[in-house]
C-alpha cells in the first residue's frame, strides 16, 4: 500500500466511524447539552477534564464556551482542570497523579455544576476520581467515552450521561469526541442564544 492509498484508509475509517456514530450518538448528545443549558440557565458552570488528545478536547470545549464558539454573544463560564501546571504538579508530586483533577473539583465545584469527563478508554484513573468527586459535590457528569465504556461508565448515576462512541480505536474516537464538543457548544448556543445576530 502507498502512502496515498493509507491516508485514504483513514478518511474512509473516520467517515464510516462518524456515520455509525450519527446513528447511535444524537439523543445522548442532545440529552448532554440540555444538562449543560440548565446548569448554566442555573448559575453553574462547566469543568471539564481529560488526560493528553483528552486533555486538548477539555481545553477545546472551555475556550468555546468562555470565548466563542460561531456567534457573538455573552461569555459561559466553563474551566478546564488539565491547564494550571502548578496546581497539577503540585498535587501529583505531594499526593498522586490520580488526584489531580478530583482535588480541583472539590474546591471549586458546586452543587448544579456539570463536570465533563473524557477518556477515549473509559479507565483513567484521574478521570474516574474526578467523577466520584463531582458525585460528592452534587454534580451532574456526562462521560465522553469509546470502546466499552470502560469502568467510567459503571461509575455514572442515572442522572448522569455517557456519550460513547462506537469505536474502539482511539483516533477515531478522538476525531468524534471533538465533533460531539461541537455538536455541544452550537446546542448550548443555538437554545441560549437563539434569537441572536
Do not use: W
Request: proline residues 3%; negative net charge.
Amino acid at each position: 500500500m502507498d502512502t496515498v492509498e493509507r491516508i485514504q484508509q483513514h478518511f474512509n475509517a473516520s467517515i464510516d466511524t462518524k456515520v455509525l456514530a450519527s446513528q447511535a450518538l444524537p439523543e445522548s448528545i442532545a440529552h448532554a447539552g440540555s444538562m449543560m443549558v440548565e446548569s448554566l440557565l442555573n448559575d453553574g458552570k462547566i469543568l471539564s477534564c481529560g488526560n493528553g488528545g483528552s486533555a486538548g478536547d477539555a481545553q477545546h470545549f472551555s475556550s468555546e464556551l468562555l470565548n466563542r464558539f460561531e456567534r457573538e454573544r455573552p461569555s459561559l463560564p466553563a474551566m478546564a482542570l488539565t491547564t494550571d501546571t502548578s496546581t497539577l504538579t503540585s498535587i501529583a508530586n505531594d499526593y498522586s497523579y490520580n488526584e489531580i483533577f478530583s482535588k480541583q473539583i472539590r474546591a471549586l465545584g458546586q452543587p448544579g455544576d456539570v463536570l465533563l469527563a473524557i477518556s477515549t478508554s473509559g479507565n483513567s484513573a484521574n478521570v474516574i476520581q474526578a467523577i466520584q468527586a463531582a458525585h460528592e459535590k452534587e454534580m451532574r457528569v456526562i462521560a465522553l467515552t469509546g470502546k466499552d465504556g470502560g469502568n467510567m461508565a459503571a461509575l455514572l448515576s442515572p442522572e448522569d450521561c455517557e456519550i460513547r462512541v462506537p469505536s474502539t480505536v482511539t483516533a477515531r474516537i478522538q476525531e468524534v469526541h471533538l465533533l460531539v464538543i461541537h455538536c455541544l457548544c452550537d446546542l448550548i448556543d443555538e437554545t441560549l442564544f437563539g434569537g441572536m445576530d
